[in-house]
């Protein structure tokens, strides 16, 4: 009985959320949330793009948010989704293989609805993980892989507060269950596990040469997204 109350409350809240958002004139979607910035499309493009190697950028399909969620803004011919999650306020580019779009961008795209209809960051993480234990959400079914090569990634809080969080540009492998016993990692190391759970991530960060290159040629795209969410660098 438990179980079956949670399903229909999580049904029910993502529902309600896109009745909300339908609701509203275009112009009044896109709700003052400092957590979950809403960002020009140019930008936002090249932003989710940025988590790919180069040669797989053309390719790729790129999502957006607007007021009512995640639309497609690049249809594209490979294997590659990207967008650049807001997540309980984590603000980052990622882009995910055919598996993680299947079973992982979900996750995303109904998180970034209820946060838009006003649902807070902590009854999201929950009806998350409601949704793993009830079948609703399910871990990667095979190996795959997800890219974060961006060194761009911000925490907002509530509130409006901006951290901006050590670039570690990396490539991620599904490793759902498994912990850092399992793999032999250590955060800081070759390789690590992001944390434990149905949506876990082996993080295999790249070289110091190629984290110089990516940290060079993203200026530019830092700056102005920086500029864009009101982020000011602390004076070295």
């Keep these: 009985m438990r179980s079956w109350i949670r399903r229909f409350a999580l049904a029910s809240a993502l529902a309600a959320a896109g009745l909300a958002a339908a609701a509203l004139p275009a112009a009044a979607q896109a709700p003052a949330l400092p957590d979950c910035p809403m960002l020009p499309r140019d930008l936002e493009v090249e932003l989710a793009l940025n988590a790919l190697p180069t040669h ?7 999502l957006v948010l607007e007021g009512n969620g995640f639309v497609e803004a690049k249809k594209g011919t490979n294997a590659f989704t990207c967008e650049v999650t807001r997540r309980n306020g984590d603000i980052f580019p990622v882009c995910w293989d055919v598996q993680g779009t299947k079973v992982l961008l ?4 109904d998180a970034a609805k209820l946060r838009l209809s006003g649902t807070s960051n902590a009854d999201i993480e ?17 190996t795959g892989v997800s890219y974060m090569l961006s060194p761009i990634r911000y925490r907002i809080d509530p509130q409006g507060k901006i951290t901006a969080t050590a670039p570690l540009p990396h490539t991620m492998f599904y490793g759902p269950g498994l912990s850092d016993a399992d793999i032999g990692g250590q955060r800081g190391t070759v390789l690590f596990m992001n944390h434990v759970g149905p949506d876990g991530m082996i993080i295999v960060p790249v070289g110091a040469s190629e984290k110089a290159a990516i940290l060079a040629g993203t200026r530019s795209l830092t700056e102005r997204f920086e500029k864009q969410i009101g982020y000011t660098p602390p004076a070295k």
Excluded at 126 to 136: F, H, N, P, S, V
């Design 106 to 109: 979900p996750v995303d795209l």
């Design 126 to 142: 929950q009806t998350i993980a409601d949704g793993y234990k009830t079948g609703r959400y399910k871990a990667p079914e095979r």
């Design 56 to 62: 797989l950028r053309d390719g790729a399909t790129v």
